[in-house]
T-cell receptor, first 115, second 115 residues
Framework: GAVVSQHPSRVICKSGTSVKIECRSL??????MFWYRQFPKKSLMLMAT?????????EQGVEKDKFLINHASLTLSTLTVTSAHPEDSSFYIC???????????FGSGTRLTVV | GNSVTQMEGPVTLSEEAFLTINCTYT??????LFWYVQYPGEGLQLLLK?????DKGSNKGFEATYRKETTSFHLEKGSVQVSDSAVYFC??????????????FGQGTILTVHP
């Protein structure tokens, strides 16, 4: 079945630095990837939708200059949290889709802690 | 807009008990409905889905029926196991309009099963 690999699974960084999270579709070409943020004991909040080769579409209230999304190929999308602050600490999850499994396959998530 | 409402948790059951997690939705189009499961520290896994009214999704002993008349997609399992302890998310995917392809999640229900 479709597999999405997300890396790293955990990262701790200092306030003010940038962190990159990768999301790869291992056995299919993902035309669209979604990035979510999950707060403790809360549901998933869609941050943005990225389509290969074009700019990401951000949800209302999400800072596009802070959360940079790149979808340069059909198998890789990256989320970069720039100038991270403690309030950016969260669980970030990606999801990759194709015409067959649009939005179905999720990565295992990245726990970001900013100290 | 679209929305999903799940029953409040947490839910605590003894092994072999019957499980019901209620889910109702509001959608402008004709959504597909899903249940996802999230184990501690992991991403989401698709548990089951239904794409049209009266469809029944089933997997691993869990089942849910798409009820258009009551706009519901309640999750049930006849006999839960300790290994079913996780967070369960109800979600819908709107296949029309400006929300095409996006998943809208409920708030999640924490299930704990005791031996």
């Amino acid at each position: 079945g479709a597999v999405v690999s997300q890396h790293p699974s955990r990262v701790i960084c200092k306030s003010g630095t940038s962190v990159k999270i990768e999301c790869r579709s291992l056995d299919f070409q993902a035309t669209t990837m979604f990035w979510y943020r999950q707060f403790p004991k809360k549901s998933l909040m869609l941050m943005a939708t990225s389509n290969e080769g074009s700019k990401a579409t951000y949800e209302q209230g999400v800072e596009k200059d802070k959360f940079l999304i790149n979808h340069a190929s059909l198998t890789l999308s990256t989320l970069t949290v720039t100038s991270a602050h403690p309030e950016d600490s969260s669980f970030y999850i990606c999801s990759a889709g194709t015409a067959l499994n649009y939005g179905y396959t999720f990565g295992s998530g990245t726990r970001l802690t900013v100290v | 807009g679209n929305s999903v409402t799940q029953m409040e948790g947490p839910v605590t059951l003894s092994e072999e008990a019957f499980l019901t997690i209620n889910c109702t939705y509001t959608a402008t189009g004709y959504p597909s409905l899903f249940w996802y499961v999230q184990y501690p520290g992991e991403g989401l896994q698709l548990l089951l889905k239904a794409t049209k009214a009266d469809d029944k999704g089933s997997n691993k002993g869990f089942e849910a029926t798409y009820r258009k008349e009551t706009t519901s997609f309640h999750l049930e399992k006849g006999s839960v196991q300790v290994s079913d302890s996780a967070v369960y998310f109800c979600a819908l995917k709107d296949d029309g309009g400006t929300s095409y392809g996006k998943l809208t999640f409920g708030q999640g229900t924490i299930l704990t099963v005791h031996p």
